[in-house]
């Protein structure tokens, strides 16, 4: 087991590796001028030089890009003897705008991300599974095809609707809820926990049908299996069938899309429901960034993300270890 983790880590890093390459590529290789993003609409060629020379654009493609390497691991300097700003490690830039380490901004927004994500995340699965458990074991009864149907009625909504219905029911017409929003856990838990409802209801009904329906179709399909068939000859009773072979079974894929969708959560992928209800959270900033002209901010959540989704993968690939053995054999 310890020798597949490794090899699952260092493949990663060297998936990681190349995004780096390429985003780097994208982000300031590409664009004719990032200098000219970062002086601003009013700039004189004096400045423009100036802050060329400070962020190391003057130099060569792969003299820029090494020094890029370096400041992950061991920090960076930007400017001259006048204005230094140093970047400590792991370095992902200076922010054009605000003139603060990018890892710093995505560490200030990070916490409403993870809180955002996790919470979520755990309702949808628990709920999703359970649903489509449930579904599988009454194929054809009024439970299955209620569960059915609301699946197909919640993948076909979206973030920006769900968000702003349930705002105006329950904040503005009922006043059962405070506004929602963004409070530190360590600031304040009651308000973090009535902040994040709405958010966490939102995102659970788009993501909810996807798992009752993917559970339900990977129930019935493992539930025709022969294993299954030959424990239940074997006498066993309904509920060892059902969990603790079958459910363990078809649980696999399941794994893969949650470990897929909550790096992508975490990573920022909820940037309408955050926009919504005004979480600033990494995807808003990735959303700001961009109206900006903010590379260095752009670059610095494309790579977080990237790194979050990879990392995930490699928690999946783990837990696919753990339930199938066979897996640590390919």
Known sequence: MFRYVIRRLLISAVILLVISFITFVIFFALPSNPALLACGKTCSVQRLAEIKHSLGLDQSFWTQYSEFLKGL???????DQSVLITCAAPCLGISFKTDEPVLTTLFNRFPADLSLALGSAVIFLIVGV??????AVRKGKLIDKVAVSGALFGVSLQSYFVGLLLMWAFVDKWQILAAPGYTPITQDPNAWFQGLILPWVTLVILYLAMYTRLSRSSMLETMGE??????RAKGLSRRK?????ALRAGITPIVTIFGMDLGSLIGGSA?????VFGINGIGKLAVDSVTDSDLPVIMGTTLFAATVIVLANVVVDIVYGVIDPRVRLA
């Open 241 to 245: 069938v059902i969990f603790k072979h």
């Open 130 to 135: 359970g649903l489509g458990v449930i579904a």
């Open 271 to 275: 940037v309408i429901t955050e926009s």
């Open 226 to 231: 022969d294993f299954v068939r030959t424990a």
């Open 73 to 79: 691991f061991a920090g960076r300097k930007f400017g």
